[in-house]
Nanobody, 121 residues
Framework: QRQLVESGGGMVQAGGFQRLSCAASGIIISIYDMGWYRQAPGEQRELVARISSSGSTTYVDSVKGRFTISRDTAQNTVYLQMNSLKPEDTAVYYC???????????????WGQGTLVTVSS
């Protein structure tokens, strides 16, 4: 019912750019905190970028100035524009939606299936 589907992953050379998309169904992204996470082999999943329900954005230090998170409420889609890519950006990227508990519904969290981004040197 509630689903996030990532797309746009693939192979890109260092210094290149790529845009990831997260299409949401069963949820309205404008009332969720939306985030992009990534996980490299043998490492913990980390938060890369976040856009709150109010539209404010935050980034992990390693991607500041290179990545931009945005949303298109008409398309109910969240994007991650990745520029100046580095080999250390190689990971599976996951879209995530979170909403606090309310009187009518409990805490909600939805994960996408992930999309692989490989940056070659």
């Amino acid at each position: 019912q509630r689903q996030l589907v990532e797309s746009g992953g693939g192979m890109v050379q260092a210094g290149g750019f790529q845009r990831l998309s997260c299409a949401a169904s069963g949820i309205i992204i404008s009332i969720y905190d939306m985030g992009w996470y990534r996980q490299a082999p043998g490492e913990q999943r980390e938060l890369v970028a976040r856009i709150s329900s109010s539209g404010s954005t935050t980034y992990v230090d390693s991607v500041k100035g290179r990545f931009t998170i945005s949303r298109d409420t008409a398309q109910n889609t969240v994007y991650l524009q990745m520029n100046s890519l580095k080999p250390e950006d190689t990971a599976v990227y996951y879209c995530n939606a979170q909403k606090p508990a309310t009187l009518r519904s409990g805490y909600l969290e939805v994960w996408g299936q992930g999309t692989l981004v490989t940056v070659s040197s």
